[in-house]
């Protein structure tokens, strides 16, 4: 299989996405195809040898719309939008200098007044109609070449109708001309395209703050040398000088110098990260205080930020499955519309018999039935998500990510690195000597061990270690050895019962600990117990209140860990978990979750890399682990730091979106079953009062921009 992206131009509507999408599906060899309207991109996975690229341009050509094979993702889009902007920018202006002319002789001024007066609106309105209508003419030209019809096709019928309509009045002496309804139509269509056009390109800032956090140049050390080059140049392996204040290229390993790094580009987190030799870095955040050199390992489209930009452009290229009700309802609108307007210049031509006032509600029916804001009510909401999730250091790989996320009942977490810090500290001292001198003898004899919890110890004393003779360690028990001529004992309550050493001057202090979940060892001198020293993996600071943000969701927070009942207790105990699953080995976390799934949707959170099963299994995988490798991989949501509080924003998120979604389809829908009764007369019957076409296409114009807008209220959501 094999997955292409294309440029699409020309679409104006949901009816348009729709086509395209039908269209390349049917194709041979087709596995999937998606076309978005916001990103102007269709996605097309085929099978290679039995389907090729040319055969899903010319297919999308033979349509009406222009394609190309997209040349470097967003950064070419984005010179795309500028192009089209300016385009439409121009043509707006051409129309309005000659639609405004039309529209104050054609409304305000008689014919009396000003002799040649449908003459002069004739000169005005042609350059409008073909110049400017020329792009709405060949691409519903190509729709119907194809069978198949499109927004420009309303278009085109309803300004031609009221334009041709006109020169027939011309030639035949008549009175009454539509010149200037035609020129303002177009004028206004183009007017509410560039304002459409400008919006979605709001829509897309959190991506362009992406693209421009990248370094132009990076100082790499070549035989001595310091030799600044253009960031693309840099070669995995390449050594390079980061000085403070300056960003960091690529992504890499300190090894020389430390620093505090400026992190919140890519995590979302505002406190700088101390970083020192064996550290890795990430290109694109910036050096705050010490300089440093570092290897590069990752370069390119392989880089964080670069692979950041990836998740974000494909999550914003997807679709949310609530899109296919608006394909749908796309695929038989226009045909729909084009019936209506039929039936509604027939039915006042029999009921009047007015060529005139029927042409005008048959052209405002036409005009006010556009679907662009069905169409962009999902895209554009999708789009400000997930560009704000990215922003907040919360990537969600897409719509349908999205919108089941939003459905979510269950989470569950696992505990090791996710409700906990993922390593041993030491945690508490119970003695009665100085707990300065016990460490210091703890960790001297620890100091010899390989063992993690030894290593907690170590690293808790920050001084200098006696030296240890005769050291042993006994696996399962502890260690002992001599210092300074005196024998110690370091280890667990079968140590000192195989040495005789009494212990119950501390055993209470032991059970308590515990019964916390804490590993708690024994220290002796000789016969003589000295006290208790307990290790724990640590509870992050942020769990407690990331369960209850959970629970206060409606969500039903649940542990799941390797560790014995005890320990499981006593973790979940702390956090304000009353749910949860000991002893289970990695390969079953994932039946847990699918037990789960009887009751409804389950988020699993995770570290990515034991968890890979489970994640899979579970409605929606949310990866931690700081944006590595496994956990970009793994999730459906990946939380660039290690806070569990980013599971309930990535939950409030969807379901903001989701509601920005169905506001967004609510008012698209109202919209087009009031206006198109409006626009066929129906209050005409009761009020004498017709639908002006120009209104018909302001209104049209500012449904599509109001759903925009809508969307980009999401921006200012807090999370």
């Given at each position: ?116 007066k449908s003459l002069i609106l004739l000169v005005l309105a042609t350059p409008v109609q073909f110049y ?390 024994f220290l002796a001198e000789g016969k003589s117990l000295l006290g208790v020293v307990a290790v724990a993996d640590r509870i992050k600071e942020s769990s407690k209140r990331a369960v209850q ?171």
């Amino acid at each position: 299989m094999k997955k292409v992206v294309l440029d699409v131009k020309g679409m104006h509507c949901a009816s348009c996405s729709t086509l395209l999408d039908r269209t390349l599906s049917r194709i041979d060899g087709v596995k999937a195809a998606n076309v978005n309207l916001t990103t102007e991109k269709a996605t097309v996975e085929f099978e290679e040898g039995k389907a090729h690229v040319s055969q899903f341009i010319k297919a999308i050509e033979s349509k009406g719309y222009g394609a190309s094979e997209s040349a470097n993702g967003m950064k070419s889009g984005m010179l795309d939008k500028h192009a089209e902007l300016d385009s439409l920018k121009k043509k707006l202006l051409i129309g309005l200098f000659f639609a405004v002319p039309a529209f104050i002789i054609g409304m305000f001024i008689m014919g009396e007044q000003l002799p040649y007066k449908s003459l002069i609106l004739l000169v005005l309105a042609t350059p409008v109609q073909f110049y400017l209508g020329f792009d709405m003419y060949r691409s519903a030209f190509q729709a119907l070449k194809g069978f198949s019809a499109n927004m420009d096709s309303l278009i085109v019928l309803g300004t031609s109708a009221a334009y041709f309509y006109s020169v027939y009045v011309v030639i035949t002496g008549g009175m009454h001309t539509y010149f200037e309804a035609s020129a303002v139509l177009i004028t206004i269509v183009i007017f509410g395209r560039y304002l459409e056009a400008k919006a979605k390109g709001k829509t897309t800032d959190a991506i362009k703050k992406l693209i421009g956090l990248k370094p132009k140049t990076a100082c790499v050390i070549r035989e001595d040398q310091e030799v600044r080059i253009p960031v693309d140049d840099v070669k995995v392996g390449d050594l390079i000088l980061v000085r403070p204040g300056e960003k960091i290229p690529v992504d890499g390993v300190i090894g020389e110098g430390h620093s505090s790094v400026d992190e919140s580009m890519i995590t979302g987190e505002s406190i700088p990260v101390e970083k020192k030799e064996g550290d890795q870095v990430i290109g694109a955040t910036i050096n705050k205080t010490g300089a440093f050199q570092f290897k590069a390992s990752k370069v390119g489209a392989k880089t964080t930020l670069a692979r950041i930009i990836k998740l974000v452009e494909d999550a914003q290229g997807s679709k949310a499955p609530i899109q296919r009700f608006a394909d749908e309802v796309s695929a038989y609108f226009v045909p729909v519309v084009l019936l209506i307007a039929i039936v509604t210049f027939t039915t006042w031509m029999i009921v009047k018999g007015d060529l005139s006032f029927a042409l005008v509600a048959a052209i405002s029916v036409l005009v006010i039935a556009c679907p662009c804001a069905l169409g962009l009510a999902t895209p554009t909401a999708i789009m400000v998500g997930t560009g704000k999730g990215a922003s907040n250091g919360v990537l969600i790989k897409g719509g349908e990510a999205l919108e089941t996320a939003h459905r979510i009942k269950h989470v569950v977490l696992d505990k090791t690195g996710t409700i906990t810090e993922g390593k041993p500290s030491l945690t508490d001292i119970e003695s009665d000597m100085d707990s300065g001198k016990f460490l210091h003898v703890a960790a001297s004899l620890e100091k010899m061990s390989e063992h993690p919890l030894a290593e907690a110890i170590v690293k808790a004393h920050k001084g200098s270690f006696e030296k240890v003779e005769g050291f042993k360690a006994i696996p399962g028990h502890g260690v002992h050895g001599n210092i300074r001529h005196k024998e110690y004992f370091l280890g667990n309550k079968k140590l000192m019962d195989d040495f005789g050493i009494p212990i119950a001057d501390y055993e209470s202090q032991a059970s308590r600990l515990e019964s916390e979940g804490k590993t708690v060892m024994f220290l002796a001198e000789g016969k003589s117990l000295l006290g208790v020293v307990a290790v724990a993996d640590r509870i992050k600071e942020s769990s407690k209140r990331a369960v209850q943000e959970l629970m206060d969701l409606g969500i039903t927070p649940h542990m799941i860990t390797g560790d014995n009942e005890r320990t499981a207790k006593a973790i979940a105990s702390q956090v304000g978990i009353k749910d949860y699953f000991a002893e289970v080995l990695p390969e079953d976390k994932a039946g847990h979750v699918k037990e789960l799934q009887k009751h409804g949707k389950v988020a699993m959170v995770g570290d990515g890399i034991n968890d890979a099963p489970a994640l899979a299994q579970a409605d929606i995988g949310i990866a931690m682990g700081s944006g590595t490798d496994v956990a970009m991989e793994t999730g459906n949501v990946v939380l660039m730091k290690d806070d569990l509080l980013d599971v309930a924003k990535a939950i409030r998120l969807s379901r903001a979106t989701m509601s920005k979604i169905r506001q967004n389809m609510f008012w698209a829908l109202a919209y087009n079953v009031a206006g198109i009764p409006i626009a066929a007369g129906v209050f005409y019957v009761w009020t004498g009062w017709l639908l002006n076409p120009m209104i018909a296409g302001g209104a049209m114009a500012l449904s599509s921009v109001s759903v925009v807008s809508n969307s980009l209220l999401l921006k200012m959501k807090r999370i």
